[in-house]
T-cell receptor
Framework: KNQVEQSPQSLIILEGKNCTLQ??????????LRWYKQDTGRGPVSLTIMTFSENTKSNGRYTATLDADTKQSSLHITASQLSDSASYICVVSGGSSNTGKLIFGQGTTLQVKP | GAGVSQTPSNKVTEKGKYVELRCDPISGHTALYWYRQSLGQGPEFLIYFQGTGAADDSGLPNDRFFAVRPEGSVSTLKIQRTERGDSAVYLC?????????????FGQGTRLTVV
């Protein structure tokens, strides 16, 4: 079964600290992996997208890694800010060759405190 | 338009009623997706349109749910005989050509509450 599992489910950190969110997936075949940020009451917004051949990609203070052999990804947030408080969702595109099913993880809720 | 627009942003309806949720995708995007997100969960796939046709509707939970995209742009998700379990945020996304696009753009969602 194609699944995406994220950990931790929730996380509280102090402003200025770093954190790392984890994503494991069993989707096969694999097309790409995306990390989205979802603010409360808003739609998801893409942070990074990685294909099979990419193992790291950065977007400002966000750095995603991908290990396609172990089917694991991480999202590292550096020097956190209060505005980073949101849900971070790992999404894998793959499975059947032409399906619209982006397979979503359940998300990690990050709270950054002053 | 500049982004994906969904209306209404909030909808409260009584159990058993019929509702329609609207999605205006980014102009020129041929692919349109509907997802449902329950509280504390990631979005779940409902249906994917390629142009006017539903290329994959395997995520629709039952025959009370139906979606159309008659002119290949605006889409309407229709829910008949609503149940309290239908309460969720319904998200719409669009992308330029299809699932292999590297980016899908999401609307802000419609929060449906069935009382």
């Amino acid at each position: 079964k194609n699944q995406v599992e994220q950990s931790p489910q929730s996380l509280i950190i102090l402003e200025g600290k770093n954190c790392t969110l984890q994503c494991n997936y069993t989707v096969s075949p694999f097309s790409n992996l995306r990390w989205y940020k979802q603010d409360t009451g808003r739609g998801p917004v893409s942070l990074t997208i990685m294909t099979f051949s990419e193992n790291t990609k950065s977007n400002g203070r966000y750095t995603a890694t991908l290990d396609a052999d172990t089917k694991q990804s991480s999202l590292h947030i550096t020097a956190s800010q209060l505005s980073d408080s949101a849900s971070y969702i790992c999404v894998v595109s793959g499975g059947s060759s032409n399906t619209g099913k982006l397979i979503f993880g359940q998300g990690t809720t990050l709270q950054v405190k002053p | 338009g500049a982004g994906v627009s969904q209306t209404p942003s909030n909808k409260v309806t009584e159990k058993g009623k019929y509702v329609e949720l609207r999605c205006d995708p980014i102009s020129g995007h041929t692919a349109l997706y509907w997802y449902r997100q329950s509280l504390g969960q990631g979005p779940e796939f409902l249906i994917y349109f390629q142009g006017t046709g539903a290329a994959d509707d395997s995520g629709l939970p039952n025959d009370r749910f139906f979606a159309v995209r008659p002119e290949g742009s605006v889409s309407t998700l229709k829910i008949q005989r609503t149940e309290r379990g239908d309460s969720a945020v319904y998200l719409c996304a669009s992308s330029p050509t299809g699932p292999k696009d590297t980016e899908a753009f999401f609307g802000q969602g419609t929060r449906l509450t069935v009382v």
